[in-house]
């Protein structure tokens, strides 16, 4: 019986979660102007995979979990995408002016991008706010689904996918920093 009560409950504060999600929504859509038009909001959040991509240069591991309770901006990119490499800096900014306890941009280069030529990419156009992280066999890209780049999702406090545009963006127009600091107004999910 307990067990029945504990399902009911779970049942209710996911449904209730939702519901907010969807009111939020709509303002948030409200919002979308300029490049923003084209990031389009999930009507449910949807899961993420699991799995592991390389952390900046230490060659550590780490999975999108170690981002849980904050909303975070992915960006798929490579040093050879011409469109990647011109919203970077947008990328950089948005991070500075938005990033902290509650939102982290995280960029993670897919495929082929030797760390030598990230590092370089990023000293020569001033990225130090990005971590230069590396999917360098595609799967998280490939689990997102993500086919051409650049491509970004946006992920609520739980880890879940609530947002996705394909294509590059001016990440720090007034336009983005209107729906991110929507974002961040709503109130505590959970």
Known sequence: MRYIWLALVYTVHALDA???????RATLEALREGDMKKLAFHADPQPVTDAAFFLE?????ATLAHWQGKYVLLN?????????????PALNRLQ???GGGRFQVVTLAVGRNPPAAIRRFFAQTGLDRLPPHRD???RVARAFGVFGLPATVVLNPNGQEIARLQGDADWSSPQALAVFRAL????PEG
């Open 18 to 24: 939702n519901a907010s999600f969807a009111a939020d």
């Open 57 to 61: 240069d230490d060659g550590g591991m």
């Open 76 to 88: 798929f990119w490579a040093t050879w995408c011409a469109p990647c490499r011109e919203e970077m």
């Open 96 to 98: 500075a002016l938005l």
């Open 136 to 138: 360098p066999h595609s």
């Open 184 to 187: 961040l107004d709503l109130p």
